[in-house]
């Protein structure tokens, strides 16, 4: 079982930053390969981001290269999401999930955060 928690969402301008969060519970964390998630308003929840066990391979959806990066502290059992440049289309609830198998973590998560409101004005 791993219990994960998001933070670091708030209300930022539009070109501005935010770093998200997400710890997890338990001594497996480098078992599990983690993502990012994030749902709009009337939208389905959509990939953003993914990361390996190691930290050694990144996935990033189309609409966040060049802006967002994913990156993982295994020490400190930790997944990170920096959004640079953000856009208002990007104001969403943000999900970390995580799985053990780094190839379905897009399709087949197996747990997942409560989401953290990133909200941005134009």
């Known amino acids: 079982q791993v219990q994960l928690v998001e933070s670091g969402g708030g209300l930022v301008q539009a070109g501005g930053s935010l770093r998200l969060s997400c710890a997890a519970s338990?001594?497996?964390?480098?078992?599990?390969?983690m993502g990012w998630f994030r749902q709009a308003p009337g939208k389905e929840r959509e990939f953003v981001a993914s990361?390996?066990?190691?930290?050694?391979?990144?996935i990033l959806a189309d609409s966040v290269k060049g802006r967002f990066t994913i990156s993982r502290d295994n020490a400190k059992n930790t997944v990170y999401l920096q959004m640079n440049s953000l856009k208002p289309e990007d104001m969403a609830v943000y999900y970390c999930?995580?799985?053990?198998?780094?190839?379905?973590?897009?399709?087949?998560?197996?747990?997942w955060g409560q989401g953290t409101q990133v909200t941005v004005s134009s």
């Open positions: 338990g001594r497996t964390f480098s078992s599990y390969a």
């Open positions: 990361i390996s066990r190691s930290g050694g391979s990144t």
């Open positions: 999930a995580a799985s053990p198998s780094y190839s379905s973590l897009r399709t087949d998560a197996r747990y």
